[in-house]
């Protein structure tokens, strides 16, 4: 919020995590051929994720201290990692309770309204 402003921050933690619900709606549409109703999806651990992409992307040589096991990396490291893990759990557990796609939804839409506003010169990092 510090580097976003309170506003863009808002914008930003939204945007996560609606686009986060959309992919996790693409994904089980195109996972089972159709949605099946009802249908409950909630986007906040993918605005989360989107979170964490954006301190990746601002701050990317920051060195992050995982707890188990106890490894040290730059944030934009544990970041592509992190990605890539979710990657790999949606693709192979189909039929977890997790969404892995909405995570990686929340990462996805948050690099592409980072990159809007860094090349519209309404953030700088």
């Not at 651990?45 to 990746?56: K, R």
């Not at 934009?76 to 557990?93: D, M, R, T």
């Not at 996805?108 to 860094?118: D, E, I, V």
């Amino acid at each position: 919020e510090y580097d976003l402003g309170s506003k863009r921050f808002l914008a930003y933690y939204l945007t996560c995590g609606v686009g986060a619900g959309l992919v996790q709606l693409a994904v089980n549409y195109l996972e089972f051929g159709g949605l099946p109703f009802p249908v409950v999806t909630v986007g906040a651990s993918g605005a989360v994720f989107g979170l964490l992409l954006a301190y990746g992307m601002m701050h990317p040589n920051n060195v992050v201290m995982l707890m188990f096991p106890p490894i040290a990396l730059k944030a934009k490291w544990f970041v592509v990692i992190y990605g890539a893990i979710e990657l790999f759990g949606g693709v192979a557990s189909s039929g977890s309770n997790v969404a892995h796609f909405a995570h990686l939804g929340g990462m996805l839409f948050g690099f592409l309204l980072l990159r809007y506003w860094k090349k519209s010169n309404k953030i700088w990092y």
